[in-house]
């Protein structure tokens, strides 16, 4: 804008200097024209006022040879004509003194004239000095317009103006050439002193006149050489031309005087064109010639008569009008082609000036056009910074200048680092935490430490993962084998009924329960066993077919989940392949180790089996394939299902009577070998089930232990038996060391409760510890460290531990070592044995129990002569039909109080229960 302000303003100022210097020239223009105007009427009036003071002079009159009569009609024609020319000269010089720049120069010659026409007036006549006199105003003003002539032509102008300047020199030139000729000739021809040297004088103004007119030809302006031709012939002109030619040729053939090289000059000298013709040459043709008549030698005197003199002078004066009106026409011209320069000029100052705005208001336009584009810019990117800010993760587009776009870049840089953030944030949000996008750093120290800790965050997530993938797989594995354990089993079988319900096709389970395991785990130890266990469920993985599963439930019980089956068949067949597989031997120990199988197949044909009895039915079959006979396989038919369906019906009606008080303890005693002397009563459990009488606890026992129910059961005896001993304690019929023996089962001793409830039981009935006595089989010693762990507590409460059917399982004698008990339990039948081997047994039984600490007891002692035997082994108490059968609490109580002593009744009562009374 600054620029564009400079440059309109030097423009401005250029086309300013044009205008003034067009004014400048149509000034000094004016100026040439009222200076020649004025020159023009001096000099008209030197003719007048010399002849009027010549005619004065009588001397002269007489030398001229003019008559009174003439000089009388002369001198009032001059006196007119000097009248007329001063007057026009006092207009010139007027004007002259009001024209710009002229004033001193006009009103020095208005001066001069006054105090030449005063002398003339007061009767001087010393006409030379007042000729000298005119010439000298007439000089300066010719210097003067000179002066103007130049001061017009220095400016810079158009050419047109330039030549039309150059025309108003070349005409002022001619016509003051012209104009001081008729002085000089009229002094040269009178006969007065100084003659001669106007002779000379007019010689060189008739050169110069000659000059002046050859010039004319350069004129430019097509008026002023229209205005020159018609000049060229006026009769005036040609007539004085001719005169004067003539004149000039009769003094060059007469030779001039000598003036001894003093010629004055005029001061008047035409400007002589380049090239110009020295005088004497060739005149150019059309130019003033030599003609009219020719003089002969010219005397002192006139060479031209009076009158001629008379005539030329007047027609002289009508030459220099027809010359000032010339001068007048090129000024005009001029003045004119100046004065279109000028409006050129102005009209160019204008249009630079309304450039110059234009340009001005276009780089303004511009600069705020650019500001407001800035402040947009800006506005946009204040807006897109706020949404930033206010979390929204736009996109920041660069544009604008280049600094608001090295900003929005900036910015942008920040947001796509924002962004990838963001894009890490999500990622791990939606705990894809494998994205690649995580990965990628974010710039900057900030960035770096996000970048930490995101990475930290993924790593400390991954590791949960894997724990709850490590933990998912042990809650649904087996440890030992790998395999799914029994919770997934139900998991899968479930998942299998529902695909087989959708597509209608069959779904299996095979339950394979190991044959003589046991016996491995016995003979070669545990760590064999669980050898044997993994290689069992590699081989089963081999067998299956591709989709089955095999998942083990525990202890040495495997199933194989089997779908989309056509038909039974393909069980049989993948049962005996399984069969095959487990009998192949085992390499763990020095000797092979052989096992087998027993398979039972339960089949759902539709899907909408329950899962669980899916189960139970291939379980139940498995059963019956071992009780059959091991390495078998049994399909669960309607007969299994049967003995299910009676099995169920028999827990709901435990369960029923456990509720509604339908069972009861009866109290078998037991005594001292030695003596026959009560120690006790072992609790049995009876039910008389509402129209089937009795039934046996071997049958329905197995049954509540098939589920929690067993639990309940053994606690209500325990209450039932403690709350019994205690009323009998109170009672006084009982003495203190009577114990009482209760049955816990095996499941019910792997659970922690078991220490609670006995403590529970004892501290509500009153009872000593010492006076319980709780009977559990051996198998619960090798199966569960939990129920040894709680058989340690009970001990510690000051129990008494039973190792009930004591010989049946697979506890050895050297075993009895570590067994937490105080008591073992002689199964009845080695007690019942008729064999002299088994007696054998019986007695080294009882000398190592006796060895480690423990008591011994014989249950099922039916005959005296078991008893004899018994006693005669060191056995140190015994139960059964020989003594009594389980008795109610009643009957106990009345045998008690009614004998005393149990041997004086040999013949017990039958077992109120009605079934195995004594034969
Ligand atoms: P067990 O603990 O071995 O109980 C002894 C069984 O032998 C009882 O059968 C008893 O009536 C019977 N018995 C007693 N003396 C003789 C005899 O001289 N000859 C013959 N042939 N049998 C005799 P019971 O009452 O039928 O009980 C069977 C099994 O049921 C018990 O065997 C015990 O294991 C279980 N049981 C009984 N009551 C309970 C109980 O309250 N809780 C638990 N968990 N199990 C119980
Ligand atoms: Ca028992
Ligand atoms: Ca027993």
């Known amino acids: 804008m600054i620029g564009a302000s400079l440059l309109g303003a030097v423009g401005v100022r250029a086309r300013v200097l044009e205008v003034d ?60 004509a000097a009248t007329e020319s001063r007057s026009s000269t006092d207009t010139a010089l007027a004007h002259l003194q009001t024209v710009s720049g002229q004033a001193e120069v006009g009103h020095d010659a208005t001066e001069r004239i006054r105090a030449l026409r005063e002398a003339a007036d007061s009767g001087g006549n010393d006409v030379q000095a007042m000729f000298d006199g005119y010439l000298s105003v007439i000089a300066d003003l010719s210097a003067a317009q000179q002066q103007a002539v130049a001061a017009a032509g220095s400016r810079q102008l158009s050419p047109t103006a330039q030549r039309a300047v150059h025309d108003v020199q070349l005409a002022a030139g001619l016509a003051q050439a012209a104009s001081q000729q008729m002085p000089l000739f009229l002094g040269g021809q009178l006969p007065i002193p100084g003659a001669d040297t106007s002779r000379w004088q007019w010689l060189i103004s008739w050169e110069d006149y000659r000059l002046a007119s050859r010039a004319m030809r350069e004129l430019s302006q097509p008026a002023a050489i229209q205005a020159w031709t018609a000049v060229q012939d006026v009769e005036d002109v040609t007539a004085i031309d001719s005169v004067f030619a003539a004149q000039a040729a009769a003094e060059q053939r007469s030779g001039l005087p000598d003036l001894g090289g003093a010629v004055p000059s005029t001061g008047l000298t035409a400007p002589r064109p380049a090239g110009a013709q020295p005088s004497g040459a ?9 003609s009219g008549p020719s003089g002969g030698q010219q005397a002192a005197a006139l060479s031209l008569p009076v ?9 002289s004066q009508a030459r220099d009008e027809v010359f000032a009106d010339l001068v ?115 710039p900057g120290p900030l960035g770096e430490v996000l970048h930490g800790s995101m990475t930290q965050l993924v790593r400390a997530v991954r590791q949960r993962e894997e724990l709850k993938d490590a933990l998912a797989q042990q809650a649904a594995h087996d440890p030992l084998t790998g395999l799914a354990n029994r919770a997934r ?39 064999v066993g669980d050898r044997v266990l993994h290689t069992v469920a590699r081989r089963l993985e081999t067998v299956v077919r591709a989709g089955d599963v095999v998942c083990r439930l525990g202890g040495d019980e495997f199933i194989v989940v089997a779908e989309h089956l056509h038909d039974e068949a393909t069980l049989t067949v993948l049962a005996g392949r399984v069969i095959a597989a487990v009998s192949e031997p085992f390499d763990g120990a020095d000797t092979p180790v052989r096992i087998g199988a027993s398979v039972g197949i339960g089949v759902s044909r539709d899907g909408r089996t329950d899962p669980d009895q899916l189960l139970g039915e291939a379980d139940a079959a498995a059963y019956r394939a071992k009780a ?10 309607e007969e299994l299902r049967t003995q299910l369906r009676a099995h169920s019906d028999l827990e709901r009606a435990l369960r029923a009577a456990l509720a509604t008080g339908g069972l009861a303890v009866h109290y078998q005693p037991v005594v001292d070998t030695r003596d026959g002397r009560l120690t006790g009563y072992e609790a049995l459990l009876r039910w008389n089930r509402p129209g089937q009488g009795w039934i046996p606890p071997d049958v329905f026992i ?28 109170r009672e006084g019929t009982a003495d203190q060391h009577l114990t009482m023996a209760i049955n816990i089962s095996g499941r019910h001793l792997t659970e922690s409760r078991i220490v609670d409830d006995v403590h529970t039981v004892l501290t509500e009935a009153g009872l000593p510890a010492a006076c319980l006595i709780v009977e559990v089989t051996e198998t619960v010693l090798v199966d569960s460290p939990a129920a040894l762990e709680h058989l340690r507590q009970l001990r510690e409460l000051g129990v008494q531990i039973a190792i009930d059917d004591f010989g049946t399982g697979y506890t050895s004698i050297g075993q009895l070592r570590s067994v937490p008990a105080d008591v073992i339990k002689i199964d009845r039948s080695f007690t019942s044995s008729t064999q002299s081997a088994e007696s054998t047994l019986v007695g080294l039984m009882i000398q190592a129990a006796h060895a480690f600490g423990l008591r011994v007891i014989a249950e099922g002692v039916e005959h005296p002569e078991q008893l004899a ?40 009562p039958a077992d109120p229960a009605g079934w195995r009374g004594p034969p």
């Open 282 to 290: 060739q005149e150019p043709s059309g130019e003033v010639e030599p």
């Open 702 to 729: 197995p049954v509540a232990e098939g589920s929690r129910l067993i639990n309940e059961v053994d606690r209500w005896v325990l209450q039932e038996a403690t709350g019994q001993l205690a009323r009998w304690r």
């Open 328 to 442: 007048s026409t090129v000024v005009t011209q001029a003045q004119a082609a100046v004065a279109r320069d000028r409006a050129t000029a102005v009209g160019q100052r204008n249009s630079t000036l309304a450039g110059v705005l234009a340009l001005v208001l276009a780089t303004l336009t511009i600069t705020m056009f650019r500001a407001r584009q800035v402040s947009r810019c800006l506005q946009d990117l204040a807006g897109q910074a706020e949404q930033i800010s206010r979390g929204q993760l736009v996109q920041v587009r660069p544009q604008g200048p280049r600094e608001v776009q090295t900003v929005s870049t900036a910015l942008d840089a920040a947001v796509s680092g924002l962004r990838r953030l963001q894009a890490q944030a999500t990622a791990v949000a939606h705990g894809d935490l494998h994205d690649p996008v995580l990965e990628d750093p974010l």
């Open 628 to 637: 059959n006979g091991r390495g078998r396989v049994e399909i669960f038919d």
């Open 869 to 908: 035997k018994l006693r005669a082994a060191g056995c140190d108490e015994i139960q059964g039909w020989v003594i009594s059968p389980a008795l109610t609490a009643v009957q106990a109580t009345a045998r008690r109080t009614m004998t005393g002593r149990l041997q004086d009744d040999p013949v017990p």
């Open 21 to 80: 210097s067009a004014l400048q020239v149509e000034v000094a223009v004016a100026a040439v024209a009222a200076l020649d105007e004025a020159r023009g009427a001096v000099q008209r009036e030197v003719l007048p006022a010399l002849s009027s003071v010549a005619l004065a002079n009588t001397t002269l009159s007489d030398t001229l040879g003019i008559s009174p009569a003439l000089q009388a009609q002369i001198g009032v024609q001059v006196q007119a």
């Open 307 to 315: 009158a001629q003199l008379i005539d030329l002078s007047s027609r």
């Open 489 to 527: 089993a139900t998991t899968l079988i479930t998942s299998a009924l529902h695909r087989g319900q959708r597509t209608g096709s069959m779904t299996g389970v095979l339950f394979i329960d190991l044959d003589g395991f046991k016996t491995v785990n016995d003979s070669f130890g545990h760590a």
